[in-house]
């Protein structure tokens, strides 16, 4: 199809390759200068982090870190209560946050990663909430004694809502103007 001379009521033809991305709520926005260099230092930095508190406990049973090993550790102290019966053990050490954080972490690492899909942030807003509600009722039935600590759904429920944030955070960051 094509434009009239104005520019107004244009649509993209169905074969056209912008078609299927609008029509899933994505876009195409072009990248301003200097966005590409923003972009993969954040994705960078994501990734770092979320793979820090995995790093911490495997580097520490293999080598000996001594204070700066419990430095690293001490840095998650104010993110998570790290009750151990929760946490997670790499190689016999503790992990430095509960099984739920340690997902959340490796969810962010994941989302940077990736990043994909790229949605608008108003396709992002229900995902998000859902993913959050599953995790709280993950954490009401535990707390409130309906089941046993299960790691596994502990670390399903974070590691999905620390990859939607960061997929999240990414494709909005991607799509800011310079």
Do not use: N
Not at 122 to 151: E, F, K, Y
């Amino acid at each position: 199809m094509t434009a009239p001379a104005s520019g107004r009521g244009s649509v993209a033809a169905p074969g056209h390759a912008d078609a299927p991305a609008q029509a899933r709520g994505r876009s195409k926005a072009p990248e301003p200068a200097g966005a590409p260099s923003l972009l993969r230092a954040a994705r960078g930095a994501l990734v770092l982090l979320g793979a820090l508190p995995w790093c911490i406990p495997l580097a520490r049973s293999r080598l000996p870190l001594g204070e700066l090993g419990a430095a690293l550790d001490r840095l998650f102290v104010p993110m998570c209560h790290r009750v151990p019966e929760r946490s997670l053990a790499i190689e016999g050490v503790l992990m430095p946050l509960c099984s739920r954080c340690a997902g959340i972490f490796a969810g962010v690492a994941a989302g940077a990663a990736i990043a994909r899909p790229r949605l608008a942030m108003t396709a992002w807003r229900p995902i998000l909430v859902a993913i959050s509600a599953m995790m709280v009722v993950d954490v009401a039935t535990q707390d409130l004694g309906l089941r046993p600590v299960w790691h596994a759904t502990r670390l399903a429920t974070g590691l999905a809502f620390g990859y939607a944030v960061a997929a999240a955070f990414l494709t909005q960051l991607a799509r800011r103007p310079g």
